[in-house]
Structure formats: structure tokens, C-alpha cells
């Protein structure tokens, strides 16, 4: 019997509920299909911090090595909690980056969907959103500001200061570039290339080497956006837009946009692709004004199982039932607190319940 051993980070605030419903899914897909998972969670987070002294303890880096993929919660906790961690220790400085840093994820996929049929959960007009929002955000996620030089200390006028450098060489760039390419490819043949050289020399060094990979992509469009105006155009006509490539901090902030409108971030499920290892979470938080009441949305850590599927395990077809079994809950009219509109008649269901519905939904599908 093929067996896969998954690492389970399950991270802090809603983090452990949303894990839970995808434990679901995984046992259901292992018996559909005959594989076994050997799931094994781990320490990691503001949780490890408080029970092991780390965020990201030695025996959970052992079990992310020896795992054939890793599946992450979110971790973090509120801004003021937060505060009784050193900076430095901290679960994103503490135990996000050096993850990443360590399994090399530079190819970060957001993909950001919504079908015609839950276009009332988006916050945009019908008119704007027309037969249903559709693209994918590939962000560079190894790279710039978060992992540049950094300084701190006090200055020669005697005044604290800080500087943090944007940090690219051109094999980063070119990397995530054919990462963007090769998705833009098996999709429409449109990429929009996202940047601010107007400003930033990082962008335009970006800029050029997207021009030299692109020779070899000849049947892709590109189209070249600066970042500020992609934000607007994300409100004004996401349609435009297929696939999108951006740095580190500009995918940070345009994904939760894109969460934004999709109507939840809670929408948003996410891969972090390496040249040997990946790991799937949401790309949200911990959402600690949520956590523990049972009102999370699952859909992202569920729809991050169904990339794990694809991206890591092969199981394309497997994956697709696990995406329509989520919408087809949605669509019988069910809905999450975060997609709840006030005043309509909403069938809200909690957390647990989502993850049992999906179970009932996979099951009907043919193996
Ligand atoms: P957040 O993404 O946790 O929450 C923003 C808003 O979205 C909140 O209102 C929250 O309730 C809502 N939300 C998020 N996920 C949801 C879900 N699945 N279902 C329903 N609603 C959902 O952002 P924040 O509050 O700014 O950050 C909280 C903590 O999470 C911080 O410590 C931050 O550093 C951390 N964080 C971690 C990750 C990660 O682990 N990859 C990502 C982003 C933020
Ligand atoms: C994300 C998060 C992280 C990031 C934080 C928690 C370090 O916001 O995955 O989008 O900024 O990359
Ligand atoms: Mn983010």
C-alpha cells in the first residue's frame, strides 16, 4: 500500500480547528483510495514557543524533514499577546521564515476563485465579478525585504534607526519567473507581471529578467502592472487578471486583497513550493478574534489539502473532488460566519460542521 507521511503543523489561534476538519478529508481520501497517511503533528508556533522555549522546536524540524509534505496551520498571536515573545522568537521570525528559509519555498500559489454561483459572498457588484472570479497570485516568497539585511541602532545624529534592504539576485528573480510561465502557459497564456521600477531598482532588475525568461515563452502575453495600480484593478476588474507574479511583500499584501474580494481570507488556501520539499497553509492567520468559538472557515486549510494532493502527491483527480465537494456545500446554500450576509436567510454552520458536510460531499464522488 503507497503510504505518505505528512507532517501536521498545526499552528496556533484557529489553527488546531481548521486542522481538525482536514484531518477529515485526509482519512476519508486514504480510504477512497487505498494509500495510508502517517500523520504526525508537531510543535510549532506562539504554542511551541510556550511548551518547548521555540517556536520552531528541533523534534518538529526532524519530522518536517523526514515528512513527504507538511501541511501548516496558521501561527501568530494577537498584536498584544504577541509582545510577551521576544521579537526574535516570535512564531513569523521565529519559526515561518526560518521554515520557509529552510525547505527553500520560493513559489508561493495563491489561487483566488470564486465561481458565478457564490458570487454573493464577494463584496463586489454581480456586474463586476460577471461569470465569477478566476486567478491565481504567484508570489516570490524567499526573497526581498523579509529576508535582507537588517540593521538596527542609533545613527550619527544620535536618533534610532532602522533599515531593511530589498534584496534580489537574478537567478531568484528568473526562478520564480519560469514558475510564472510554465503556470501562465497550462492556463490562458496571459501573465501580469507586477512591479514598481518606477521607484524601486529591485523592480527593475525584476523587470529585465522577466523579459529575458520570457524569450522562452513566446505564445505567453505579458502585461506589466505597477503595484499600486494593481490594486485598484483588483477591485475594479479582477477579470482582467490570470496570473499574477510579484515579489515577497507585494504578494504578502495584494493576496489579502484578493481574499478581500472573494469575500473571506478564509477562501484562501496556499502552496509553498521548493526545489525539494513543499508545505501547504492557509494564507491567512490565526485569527485570534475567532479562535476557539467554532465559527472558523475550513475551506482554506481544506482547499490547502487539495494542493498538497496535486502539487506534492500526484492526486490530481482527487484534488478536483476535494474543491467541488467544498463548493458544492456552499452552493446547497450553507455558509460560514465570515460569508454571512445580515439579513439574508443564511444556513450558518460552524466549523466542525463545514468539515462534516465536505466528508459527506467527497464521498459521493467516483474514485
Ligand atoms: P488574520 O488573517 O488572522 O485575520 C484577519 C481577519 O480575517 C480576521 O477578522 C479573521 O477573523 C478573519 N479570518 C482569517 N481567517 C479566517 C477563517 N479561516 N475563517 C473566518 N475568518 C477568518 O490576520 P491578523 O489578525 O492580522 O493576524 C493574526 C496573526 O496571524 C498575527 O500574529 C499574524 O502575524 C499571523 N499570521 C500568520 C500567517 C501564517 O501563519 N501564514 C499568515 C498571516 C498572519
Ligand atoms: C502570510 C503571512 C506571513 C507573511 C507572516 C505571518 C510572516 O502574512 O503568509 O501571508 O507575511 O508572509
Ligand atoms: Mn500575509
Known sequence: MTAYKIALLDGDGIGPEIMTEAVKILDLVASRNNIEFDLRHGAFGANAYFAHGHAFPDATKKLCDEADAILKGPIGLSHEASRKIPVDMQPERGALLPLRRRYNTFANFRPV???????????????????????IIIRELVGGLYFGKKETGINAQGRRFVSESLEYDEDQ?????????????????????????????????????????????????????????????????????????????????????????????????????????????????????????????????????????????????????????????????????????????NKMIGTDAFGDLVVEELAKAPV
Open 113 to 135: 476563485y470564486l465561481p458565478q454561483g457564490l458570487a454573493h459572498f464577494s463584496p463586489l457588484k454581480p456586474e463586476i465579478i460577471g461569470d465569477g472570479i478566476d486567478f
Open 173 to 345: 528573480i528568473a526562478r520564480i519567473a519560469r514558475v510564472a510561465f510554465d503556470t501562465a502557459k497550462k492556463r490562458k497564456g496571459l501573465l501580469h507581471n507586477i512591479h514598481k521600477s518606477n521607484v524601486l531598482k529591485s523592480s527593475v532588475l525584476w523587470n529585465e529578467v522577466m523579459v529575458e525568461v520570457g524569450q522562452d515563452y513566446p505564445d505567453v502575453e505579458v502585461v506589466n502592472i505597477l503595484v499600486d495600480a494593481a490594486a485598484t484593478y483588483l477591485c475594479l476588474n479582477p477579470g482582467q487578471f490570470d496570473v499574477m507574479v510579484m515579489e515577497n511583500m507585494f504578494g504578502d499584501i495584494l493576496s489579502d486583497q484578493a481574499g478581500g474580494i472573494l469575500g473571506s481570507l478564509g477562501l484562501m488556501p496556499s502552496a509553498c513550493i521548493g526545489p525539494d520539499k513543499a508545505y501547504y497553509e492557509p494564507s491567512h492567520g490565526s485569527a485570534p478574534d475567532i479562535a476557539d468559538q467554532n465559527v472558523a472557515n475550513p475551506y482554506s486549510m481544506i482547499g490547502s489539502v487539495a494542493m498538497m494532493l496535486e502539487m506534492s502527491l500526484g492526486m490530481e483527480a482527487e484534488a478536483q473532488n476535494v474543491w467541488h465537494a467544498m463548493q458544492s456545500v456552499f452552493t446547497q446554500g450553507y455558509t460560514t460566519a465570515d460569508l454571512a450576509k445580515p439579513g439574508a436567510q
